[in-house]
């Protein structure tokens, strides 16, 4: 059935199992970020949809935004002095975006339907080992060529393959579109294969260019309009 969830539009793909830091200052996502702290909202869960090039007016539309979003989870917020706020948030669950209500609440809520993984296909369990292996060599690559040892942490052995590829992305400087691509893919297997081709393409690029290319968004906090 669908649900009602706050929306926090923004120029980032959100995956499930990422961490998202965000600087609130804007004075409806201030007022989101105190109903969550206090409970108003409940679970302590908003979405966050990315939103459609090119950015130019305040998002009060449906088609403003992508279709496919996630539920992120607020783990910690520190008010600041003058009433902004740091929160780092966690993604949880994919959802399509039905409709945008901008005027019964002081932000965004929209309504949303939950959307569940594929389940695997008998055929495709015996190769979900070795899927998961090479994307998890695909990442290694990725990190050792773009990072520090010490700045990048390999899932857990025991992470849920049907997981594996969201955490795998998660760090890394994917372009929007491929990050969006992973979010909507629903079939676990293929997903898997995704996340090796794009880890493997950007490491290349990498190692080509000996630097990493950072977007936009990296030189400054997750931006919005509202």
Known sequence: MPETLPLFPLQTVLLPGANLPLHIFEPRYRQLTV?????????KRFGVVAMKAPV?????KVDQ???VGCSALLRQATRLGDGRYDIITTGERRFRL?????TSAPYLVGTVEWIPDDEIPAAGADRIDSLAESARAAYRRYCETAWERED???PADDTDPAALAHLLAADALLPMEDRQALLE?????HRLRMVYSLLTREAG???ALHAVP????SFSAPMNLN
């Open 185 to 189: 893919e629903t079939r676990p297997l």
């Open 98 to 102: 039905l409709d945008l209500d901008a």
């Open 214 to 217: 950072a977007p936009a968004s």
């Open 152 to 154: 990048w942490d390999e």
């Open 65 to 67: 935004v992508l279709a």
């Open 205 to 207: 690029i990498i190692a």
């Open 56 to 60: 130019s007016e305040e998002v009060d």
């Open 35 to 43: 109903d969550l702290v206090t409970g108003t909202v409940p679970e």
